[in-house]
């Protein structure tokens, strides 16, 4: 009785025959392409990065020690309300850190406050909480009108133009528990907080821009999709050219 027919019998990592042997050798290439258009740029992006303060951080490094040593001057209160508010800005911020953030705002601004004028704002700010609370709707007139009101009269306090967009965001983050003349307990926390939210790990690579998209996301969102199908262009074009030079027949 002969030999059983073996053709039947695949394995990639086995091939029996020159058509699968090929093919087997042309998958691993190209898998190994797209493993280095992939992981090898990741690796890049680690190896080039470093971290890279944004300017929020480095005001803030600059009046931090006069706040703590209580050697402060008005600048430096302002300094630390400006950079606070740039991370009370941010999109994802825990809750203990933003009330954190927004007692150093409030509590900055005291400092700089005269008494006439603290006691005003502790107005302002106690009835900007009261329509806070009320409100319903951020489009509600009363409740635009209150915030663009209290937001006014802190900014020349804050150091903050009426432009700056800092201005829309410093009312939200005055609270009359905070609006003494203590310091926050976790005012040693900033620190970490603000290395946390404002370094971030650039490196050319993210830097650059393409078509107005850094680098990096252009590279990965849209550039990895081309080479995805490119790589299966190639692989139709190869076997084809294969099963022809091997006079197989589709």
Known sequence: MGAPDQDYRLSFFKPTTDQARLNRNLVALLFTIWAIAIFGFQIAL????????????TAF????????????????????????????????????????LEGVVTWSLFQVADSATAG?????I????????????ITDPGYVAARNELGLMAAPLAGIAPTDPLIRILPLSLGSAA?????PADLNRMNDIMKTYLIHN???????KVLGFPFHYFYTAVLLLILFVGLCWLYCVRIDRMNAKLNIAD
Not at 179 to 183: A, E, L
């Open 46 to 57: 680690k190896l080039l990065e470093k971290p890279t303060p944004e300017k929020a951080y």
């Open 61 to 100: 490094e600059l009046v931090i020690p006069n706040v703590e040593s209580g050697t402060a001057v008005e600048s430096d209160y302002q300094g630390l309300m400006q950079s606070s508010l740039a991370v009370l800005g941010k999109i994802f911020i825990k809750a203990d850190e933003q009330s954190l």
């Open 120 to 124: 005003q704002l502790a107005e302002k």
């Open 126 to 137: 106690a009835a900007f909480e009261t329509v806070k609370a009320a409100m319903t709707d």
């Open 179 to 183: 609006f003494t003349g203590t310091p």
């Open 202 to 208: 650039q490196s050319f690579l993210t830097n650059f």
